[in-house]
Structure formats: C-alpha cells, structure tokens
C-alpha cells in the first residue's frame, strides 16, 4: 500500500494551493481519505475527511476555507486550501482507513505547506 501526497509549497497569506495523494494497493472506492496537519511544536491535527460517497467533515479551524475531495477512478484524494494563513503552516498527511473501521491505518508521506505572513 503506498499513499504519495504532494502539492506542499511556499504561498502568501491568502494564497492557495490544493494538496494530491495518490493511493495505490488498496480498494480506493472502500477507504475514508483523511488529511492530518502537524505543526512544529503542535500534536497533529485531524483537518478533513472524505469518504467514498462524497461525505467531508473539517476541522473548524479550515471549514469555509479548505475542501477535501477525491476522484474514485483515480484513486486520488485531494485537498484544496483557499485563504490560506501563517497558521496553516504545517506538513500535511494524507491517510486511509477503511470505512467500517476508526483507525487510519495507511500514512502517506507528508507534504510541507508553508504559508508566509
């Protein structure tokens, strides 16, 4: 099972970028996608979830500003980050858990996102 995210960079405050992880080994269509964020110094942070029927949950922290989506026949998930701020700044994981069990279980690899003030 591989999870390879990426689409991290350097953006301005109130920037955007969208955020790619690409699953392979494991049945996509049966799997929750979630996005995570670790700051330094901060525990990580859950910041949305997809599941495969199109149902997203966010961290208040991103609601309004963040979308998590994914394409089934891809395999992808994605996250797309609008108004970004300096507090956003982290290394992003995207995860897989299957959707009957509670633990994301499959890690992909982390992507920094840097957001300059």
């Known amino acids: 099972v591989q999870l390879q995210a990426s689409g991290g960079g350097l953006v301005q405050a109130g920037g955007s970028l969208r955020l790619s992880c690409a699953a392979s080994?494991?049945?996509?269509?049966?799997?929750?996608m979630g996005w995570y964020r670790q700051a330094p110094g901060k525990q990580r942070e859950l910041v949305a979830t997809s599941t495969s029927g199109g149902t997203t949950t966010y961290a208040d922290s991103v609601k309004g500003r963040f979308t998590a989506s994914r394409d089934n026949a891809k395999n992808t998930a994605y996250l797309q980050m609008n108004s970004l701020k300096p507090e956003d700044t982290a290394v992003y994981y995207c995860a897989a858990r299957r959707q009957d069990l509670r633990v994301y279980n499959y890690w992909g690899q982390g992507t920094q996102v840097t957001v300059s003030s």
């Open positions: 080994g494991i049945i996509f269509s049966a799997y929750t």
